[in-house]
């Protein structure tokens, strides 16, 4: 029996046993107090198959079997599930998810200072009342949409997986389906409206490769065998096109490796897929999902490195795995409204954790005394050194290494200090930050000022807003933080993600 088969029995036997304490509330009459065993047992057994039946059902008709006709209204509505809803309502709904954030965070909040009034009390006066119904933790401005707003073709990064088609034959695209249905479908991304129009044409030239010029297998599995297992497209202002194929050796000799590359370059380059006019080419020998250029550096195929994006006066060049807002003319409203929560002075100093390719603070660099950065991701690192010389900014310094440790090491060089006005802005993956960051964070007396900016404003996020605000335990030294404005910004439009950004201010 597979490991996964394992997992998956123990996990329905722990959901069903776990539901079973709590079903005869639901079963009995509330006024009896003494049921037969053999009544509550069928009884029990009744519910858990009307539940069962019940979540079958949603299951099938969320996930219909894919066919040729529905493929791409599927995969539409998977990619862009708003895509039907006028714009406008668009941003109401989202607005409202953000409210709702704001109210679970003063809910519990609210619940963790029982044994401090004073501070109780403090929250209290900060939150607001929205809708007449809804209390804030703190006031939530006007929602901001996209740029202009820019609400189609908007993406300027694609990633495309290998997998079947609903014919079963392996092709390059997104994935649609239910892992849990066994039907998950790979479709060409022809009809997205978010998309832009160089991505497609790329996609159709990756197919055709994959498909007549490569007499390597692509590969849905890794233990199934096959080589191309994923590549992507990211494109700037200018349209200059960057593209990285990742490819699994399997088994193969460093020559047949060599001679894979070799065929991505004679088709992208010389061949039929000239036509992307691709202006930086990579290939990545990779044996896992992903794997950052540390741990399998980029072949360089044809062209430049790396590609350069303009955001408001500066330029930032990108290399494949770096990380950059998908949508770069609403990344303009996003950070423009950072900058304006960090209140920015000339003796201030900026602390960009999660920096990536040094966006944030090479936006700020101009109005503000100092900036220190630092990413887990090297290549990132070097990106936001480079960037920060084209846009001549010298007072912009970037660390390679994990946040907690980033912290640390300003703290004991007592590069900032007591007293100091410090504003950081925290900017990190859908994962949020790790406890010993939130830790180093209220640690540092220095921080007056946190400007969180969040895509996923639960999970981890959520408890990274907690443990600001907490009033503070053995884990969360320090005086708390109080969240005194946000607001949301639509980076995606016709989905339903969306950044929030909270200003913080130490109490």
Request: charge should be positive; include cysteine.
């Amino acid at each position: 029996m597979s490991k996964l088969t394992v997992f998956n029995t123990i996990r329905v036997l722990f959901t069903y046993f776990r539901g079973s304490r709590n079903r005869r509330h639901f079963c009995l009459d509330s006024s009896s107090t003494t049921v037969e065993n053999n009544s509550a047992k069928n009884e029990d057994n009744d519910y858990h198959r009307f539940w069962y039946l019940s979540r079958r059902k949603k299951m099938k008709k969320r996930h219909p079997p894919i066919t040729e006709d529905n493929q791409y209204e599927l995969i539409e509505k998977a990619v862009t599930p708003l895509i039907d809803v006028p714009y406008e309502r668009q941003l109401q709904k989202k607005a409202r998810l953000c409210g709702k954030v704001l109210c679970k965070i003063n809910n519990v909040i609210q619940n963790s200072h029982p044994e401090n009034p004073d501070l109780k009390e403090i929250f209290a006066k900060n939150s607001v009342i929205s809708d007449g119904k809804y209390e804030y933790i703190c006031p939530f401005e006007t929602f901001k949409p996209s740029w202009k707003p820019k609400i189609y073709e908007y993406r300027n990064k694609d990633e495309f997986s290998i997998g079947p088609d609903y014919k079963g034959k392996l092709i390059a695209g997104h994935f649609v389906g239910s892992g849990r249905g066994h039907h998950i479908t790979c479709v060409e991304m022809k009809n997205l409206k978010v998309c832009k129009s160089s991505h497609k044409l790329f996609s159709n030239h990756l197919n055709n490769f994959l498909q007549n010029h490569s007499k390597f297998a692509p590969c849905y599995m890794f233990y199934d065998g096959g080589h191309w297992h994923r590549a992507s497209a990211r494109t700037n202002r200018n349209d200059e096109l960057l593209v990285s194929f990742r490819f699994h050796p399997q088994n193969l000799s460093e020559i047949d490796v060599k001679n894979a590359s070799n065929e991505v370059k004679k088709y992208f380059v010389d061949g039929p897929g000239k036509e992307c006019n691709i202006a930086s080419l990579n290939f990545q020998v990779s044996t896992k999902v992903r794997e950052t250029h540390e741990e399998s550096p980029f072949w360089l195929l044809n062209g430049e490195p790396t590609i350069t994006e303009t955001l408001h006066d500066c330029k930032f060049r990108i290399s494949p795995d770096a990380f950059f807002q998908i949508n770069t003319e609403a990344a303009e409203v996003l950070y423009e409204r950072v900058r304006d929560y960090c209140q920015l002075g000339p003796n201030t100093t900026v602390l960009d954790v999660c920096c990536g390719t040094g966006t944030i603070g090479l936006l700020m660099a101009k109005h503000c005394k100092q900036v220190y950065g630092a990413d887990i991701v090297g290549q990132a690192v070097e990106n936001a050194k480079v960037n920060a010389k084209i846009n001549g900014v010298t007072n912009a310094e970037y660390y390679h290494g994990e946040a907690k440790y980033f912290l640390r090491d300003l703290l004991r060089q007592h590069v900032i200090k007591p007293g100091d006005d410090v504003v950081a802005v925290l900017n990190p993956a859908r994962a949020g930050l790790t406890m010993d960051v939130m830790e180093s964070l209220r640690k540092c007396d220095a921080i007056r000022r946190i400007v969180y900016v969040c895509c996923k404003p639960h999970g981890n996020a959520f408890l990274n807003f907690v443990s600001l605000c907490h009033p503070g335990k053995k884990r969360l030294p320090g005086t708390p933080f109080i969240p005194k404005r946000s607001c949301g910004v639509d980076l995606f439009p016709h989905t339903q993600h969306y950044e929030i950004i909270i200003d913080f201010e130490r109490l």
